[in-house]
């Protein structure tokens, strides 16, 4: 009784502080134009509340099932493709136009850094190649490329094939598959065996677990008491690095050598100056982070907007099961990075769900000196966001941007209007590996099963830092054989 009177209590309180707050807001901004007219050359938008802005919507954006991206629609259809608002104490402003994100991408650090909040710096650790300020970022690319080279996907494809058709011999007809539940888990076993050959299949469930638990905790509010969400990544992400520094002293002491980007990043201490444990540590993890969830959540998509559009799906199966019919006349059990190269009509089905989907809706960039974009004075210390769902959605670039149309790549898009995997040097290291991975799986799903969603539900999982379906996409499959 007496916890319902305190939780009784609480909850008037809350509902009390919450009106004074609404209230206080809805003064604040038909009283004081500046905070809802645009400063002489600033761009429109409200700054919201003393000290935590729109914080509030923001996180309520976070907590709502049409994804956190809500916030930044509802203020692009408020004020236009360019807007200014104020979340944690930090004023960003969001655009969306190709020329801007040109002039944006294109700047070689002169002008723009790349900037996460703080929160996310803690949870993928301050050597990440995400957070490095220019000049350390420059260095930690030039290794980190390498080591995706297109000997490295040759080699990874047939592996990758491999273990997908491992995979899909266990699923029996009439089986229910939840699509991203066995993405993640393909692409968490495929990475977690490129990074540091781990094969272990309970030590492999247990970073997919901690990667989660890093994931939620990006957009959570970051506070530290035991049981928050926040709290959960960072002990996440301290299990993830004790085990990386194991593995990376077993190496040292036993010498042993193995096929993988922990190994090759190793031997790179012979050639110039080596990167830390640390940087090591944090450049894996933040591997790990930036592919499982993006390329699972892509995969999902993708099978969900083939589903809706069973026009394209029929085209797709008779590129897909030529390219079947041309790997058993030559004897091939699994695919090659040429097979992958061949699938053009798949590479636009990729595309559009890339550009549908938009996994990443916006990226971040620190202001380092008052700039001007285009009418608009942008101030050193604000964070330029570009829109990337806004412009993926732009009607003047792409014609009924809502329809999913793959024909729509034919011809060469404009330029900076393609955006899922951000352009110029700060580039998705991981941009061919990921189509890879999402080619395979989808010849594999087309020549292996029939298959049927049997959720069209398209909400979009809460506290999730990258787009992901919420309903999982269940889907009904038949292996073909027994059809
Ligand atoms: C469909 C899957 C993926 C999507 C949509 C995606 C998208 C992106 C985007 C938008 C960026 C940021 C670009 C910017 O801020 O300008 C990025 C950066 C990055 N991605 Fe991916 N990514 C995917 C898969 C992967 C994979 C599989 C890996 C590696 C294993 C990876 C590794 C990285 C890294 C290391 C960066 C940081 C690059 C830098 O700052 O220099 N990504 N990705």
Request: net charge positive; glycine share 6%.
């Amino acid at each position: 009784m007496s916890s319902l009177c305190f939780w009784c209590s609480a909850a008037v309180a809350t509902a009390v502080a919450l009106s004074i707050l609404v209230f206080f807001q809805f003064f604040l901004k038909n009283k004081s134009p500046s905070s809802r007219i645009s400063h002489a050359g600033t761009p429109p938008g409200s700054r919201g509340l003393p000290f935590i802005g729109e914080t509030l919507q923001f996180m309520a954006a976070v907590n709502c099932s049409s994804g956190v991206y809500d916030f930044v629609r509802i203020r692009c259809l408020r004020y236009g493709g360019c807007f200014k608002t104020r979340i944690f104490g930090e004023t960003h402003v969001f655009v969306s136009n190709t020329e801007w994100a040109k002039l944006i991408l294109n700047d070689g650090g002169g002008r723009f850094t790349k900037k996460y909040i703080k929160s996310i710096v803690e949870l993928v650790g301050h050597q990440s190649l995400l957070c490095a300020p220019h000049l350390h970022h420059k260095f930690l690319r030039s290794r980190l490329i390498n080591l995706f080279s297109s000997c490295f996907l040759a080699s990874f494809v047939p592996q990758f094939d491999r273990q997908i058709v491992e995979t899909f011999q266990r699923w029996e007809s009439g089986f229910t598959v939840f699509v991203l539940t066995e993405a993640l888990k393909i692409t968490c076993k495929a990475m977690c065996k490129m990074l540091i050959s781990l094969e272990e299949e309970n030590e492999v469930e247990m970073i997919q677990k901690d990667v989660g638990y890093v994931c939620e905790a990006m957009l959570a509010f970051p506070w530290r008491f035991p049981g928050t969400r926040f709290d959960a990544g960072l002990k996440a992400r301290r299990r993830i690095i004790k085990k990386l520094k194991n593995i990376i002293q077993k190496r040292r002491e036993l010498e042993s050598q193995y096929e993988d980007f922990l190994q090759r990043l190793l031997m790179e201490e012979d050639n110039g100056e080596p990167l830390s444990d640390m940087e090591i540590g944090d450049n894996i993890l933040t591997m790990l982070i930036a592919g499982q969830d993006t390329t699972a959540s892509a995969i999902t998509w993708m099978v969900k907007f083939l589903d809706e559009n069973q026009d394209v799906l029929q085209n797709l199966k008779e590129e897909q099961f030529k390219i079947l019919e041309e790997q058993r006349e030559d004897n091939r059990s699994f695919l090659t990075l040429e097979d992958v190269a061949n699938m053009s009509y798949a590479t636009k089905v990729v595309k559009e769900s890339l550009r549908l989907a938009s996994i990443v809706p916006w990226l971040p960039r620190l202001i380092l000196h008052d700039t001007d974009i285009q009418d608009y004075k942008i101030k050193k210390g604000w964070n330029v966001n570009i829109d990337v769902r806004s412009l993926h959605s732009d009607p003047s670039i792409y014609k009924d941007p809502i329809k999913f149309i793959p024909s729509r790549f034919d011809e060469e898009t404009k330029a900076f209007s393609f955006l899922a995997f951000g352009m110029g040097g700060r580039q998705c290291l991981g941009m061919n590996l990921a189509k890879a991975m999402m080619l395979v799986f989808l010849h594999r799903l087309l020549t292996s099963f029939r298959w049927k969603v049997m959720d069209c539900d398209s909400s979009i999982e809460k506290w999730a830092l990258f787009t992901k379906l919420k309903s999982g996409c269940p889907i009904l499959i038949t292996p073909l054989q027994s059809s």
